[in-house]
């Protein structure tokens, strides 16, 4: 074997070996694709501490053996994967090592076209830490060699190579490394800090849970100190849990996402958060929502759950079914009105429940539209992960635009009834909700068939002017009754 003065003379650079997850892609590959395997089938997960008494290779073995990786979609470090590519042309021996499973490393490297050969778990080796180390070694020798990694693992390696290559390393990690080892080169590349998990809980979406707001409205308790504070906590038990279903929910349609043209820029899905912490941090805000709840009510607290377990099964397969996922999708808008009602311990109301029926399965049908928009300007025919194909779009709009207009409908039903001469002074004013309701469900039909409906119906009438005018108009015209 030459030694490193011998390689110098001939011009040869040695081998430089790279880690995998981390590394060459931003992500942990074990935990997408766990999480993948949970999203065929769930109760996998009770397989798991079987799998893991045999080790951690045959827990390997067993999950990639279910899953096939889809090497095309996984979150490369574009600036590091150039950098491997120009090693490779120059002539450079590009070694995969890597502790994720054989299966999966090979898909990556037969892929890339790049890597000379692979190192990786196998059934019976779980390739980490010092085995790792030691499967380098006898490769390409003591210091004969490069390696490119990002984690506190691979302060085991980096003393024994050559030169360091850090990618996207912990400042930790970045310390200690070059106190070991020379760092040739370091590559930073995504989003540091805080902000992928402020993207990843989207609270622009929490404007939904506005709607656990309502029935403080309609039954006329606003100035109710006790229902006011209870309906606080309501929103924010729900905007918790929400957030930690919007995590859960990426965790399950990476691959999905991945390959859609606007959602594969949301920070797991991109790599800008690890999976692994995307899961902790679902369960804690999961763990904060109950606790608030329970504040609340212990009716409110069922029906929180009861909202959870929905999203749960809608997460793992019913969104997967056509139509299904659409009406659970306007379920789901309804229950955070049941659960407002709940809140301040008042009366359900059927001529709510009648409208909130059809008015959210319009919005849920908005929001199918729009996407089909966006699958439709993307030059393809369906989408993925749903069973809904761009020729569905004409008969979506009737459907949708017909539960619009029957929400408007039970609206008017309702200002004709007993109830409300007895909750307004001056009813004749809600007459006027009518028009208004028709103005907005047109004009939110009319942006989606435009194709100017890129956000949740809801928080796009949060934002849209033409829109916010009109919420403001109804509510002076309730005001007015009242």
């Not at 942990?28 to 501490?49: G, S």
């Not at 210091?143 to 912990?170: C, K, T």
């Not at 909202?307 to 306007?330: E, G």
Request: aromatic share 10%; hydrophobic share 50%.
């Amino acid at each position: 074997m030459m030694d490193e003065k011998s390689r110098a003379n001939v011009g040869v650079p040695p081998p430089l070996v790279v880690d995998l997850d981390g590394t060459l892609i931003k992500s942990d590959l074990l935990v997408e694709v766990f999480f993948t395997l949970l999203r065929v089938n769930f109760f996998y997960v009770f397989l798991t501490p079987f799998w893991l008494m045999k080790g951690k290779a045959h827990f390997k073995e067993q999950i990639f053996s279910r899953i096939t990786v889809a090497p095309q979609l996984l979150p490369y470090h574009g600036s590091f994967l150039t950098f491997l590519k120009q090693q490779a042309q120059s002539g450079r021996k590009l070694i995969l090592a890597t502790a994720c499973n054989e299966r999966a490393a090979r898909r990556v490297a037969e892929h890339l076209g790049i890597f000379h050969s692979v190192l990786a778990s196998t059934r019976s080796v779980n390739l980490s830490g010092r085995r790792k180390l030691k499967a380098i070694v006898e490769a390409c020798g003591e210091s004969q060699f490069d390696y490119a990694g990002n984690a506190q693992v691979d302060l085991q390696i980096w003393p024994h190579a050559r030169n360091a290559i850090l990618v996207n390393p912990s400042p930790g990690v970045e310390k200690a490394a070059r106190k070991q080892a020379r760092v040739e080169a370091v590559f930073l590349e995504g989003q540091q800090g805080i902000s992928p998990y402020l993207k990843a809980i989207r609270p622009h979406q929490w404007l939904k849970n506005v709607l656990i707001f309502v029935p403080l409205l309609t039954a006329h308790t606003w100035l109710d100190a006790a229902a006011v504070s209870r309906s606080i906590l309501a929103f924010a038990a729900f905007c918790l849990c929400a957030s930690s279903v919007y995590l859960l929910n990426d965790l399950l349609d990476l691959s999905s996402d991945r390959a859609h043209p606007r959602k594969r820029h949301r920070p797991l899905a991109s790599g800008d958060l690890q999976p692994l912490h995307g899961a902790l941090a679902s369960v804690v805000l999961l763990v904060a929502g109950v606790f608030v709840a329970t504040l609340v009510s212990p009716l409110f607290t069922l029906i929180a759950a009861g909202y959870l377990s929905i999203t749960l099964a809608y997460s793992l397969q019913l969104k997967c079914y056509v139509m299904m996922d659409t009406i659970i999708l306007a379920g789901l808008y309804t229950v955070r009105v049941i659960a407002g009602v709940a809140a301040i311990e008042a009366v359900q109301s059927f001529w709510l429940l009648a409208f909130s029926m059809f008015i959210f399965l319009s919005l849920a049908l908005v929001k199918r539209c729009a996407e089909l928009n966006t699958v439709l300007n993307a030059g393809c025919s369906a989408t993925t992960g749903r069973d809904y194909r761009v020729s569905d779009l004409e008969i979506l709009r009737s459907m949708g635009t017909a539960s619009g207009y029957l929400s408007v409908m039970v609206l008017a039903l309702y200002i004709n009834s007993e109830e409300v001469k007895a909750l307004y002074s001056n009813p004749q004013y809600l007459w006027l909700l009518c028009p208004l309701m028709l103005y907005l469900v047109s004009r939110i039909w009319l942006k989606t068939g435009r194709g100017e409906m890129h956000d949740d119906p809801l928080i796009f009438a949060m934002k849209d002017r033409g829109s916010l005018y009109v919420i403001a108009g109804m509510i002076l015209v309730t005001m007015l009754a009242v």
